[in-house]
């Protein structure tokens, strides 16, 4: 502060006035880290304007220090959210079964998704139950019965399916 201040020249100026100004400036800048003070004068002797007030200062200061406070309220705005969340009540598990229960989601539903995965709707799946459900034609035929046999040698065909089956083999060999 006395470096900045001792660059402009004041002729009028006696040892009192000048102790004053210096208190103002002290006084101004108490409350403030030294860092930013220092930060402060540096960017002013940059400009070289004109002598600075303590409320020039006090705005480079503010500017200087900004970064860190916007940083602090970032932090406190986050920590009152999660304050906020952490408030928010658990309910029971009953209580969760009731809200999926009116929402649709009950188990037999789920059951009843999870037994036909391809159904389009809901409705859909609830009336294919396990019980109605067809199983795949391939249960349901013998092993050498005619459809069978066309479906191995459309498989043999395949070039991508033998490759596969190469693979795989090779695979299991080593």
């Known amino acids: 502060m006395n470096v900045v201040l001792g660059l402009y020249f004041a002729p009028d100026q006696d040892p009192q006035v000048a102790a004053g100004v210096r208190e103002e400036f002290v006084r101004a800048l108490a409350p ?47 920590a009152s959210q999660q304050a906020l969340t952490d408030q928010t009540e658990r309910v029971s598990a009953e209580a969760a079964q009731g809200i999926l229960a009116r929402a649709g989601f009950t188990p037999q539903r789920m059951e009843a998704v999870r037994a036909a995965p391809m159904a389009g709707t809901f409705a859909e799946a609830e009336s ?8 795949h034609w391939s249960k349901t ?29 090779r695979g299991n060999a080593a």
Do not use: C
């Not at 005619?146 to 795989?168: C, S, T, Y």
């Open 141 to 169: 035929v013998a092993y050498d019965s005619p459809e069978m046999e066309a479906l191995r040698r459309a498989r043999a065909g395949n070039k991508m399916i033998a490759d596969a089956v190469n693979h795989q083999n």
């Open 32 to 78: 403030y880290p030294t860092w930013a003070v220092h930060r402060a004068f540096d960017d002013w002797t940059r400009t070289m304007q004109r002598r600075p007030s303590p409320g020039d200062i006090v705005i480079l200061v503010g500017k200087a220090m900004r970064p860190i406070t916007d940083e602090l309220a970032r932090r406190d705005r986050l």
């Open 128 to 135: 294919r139950t396990t019980e109605e459900r067809r199983p």
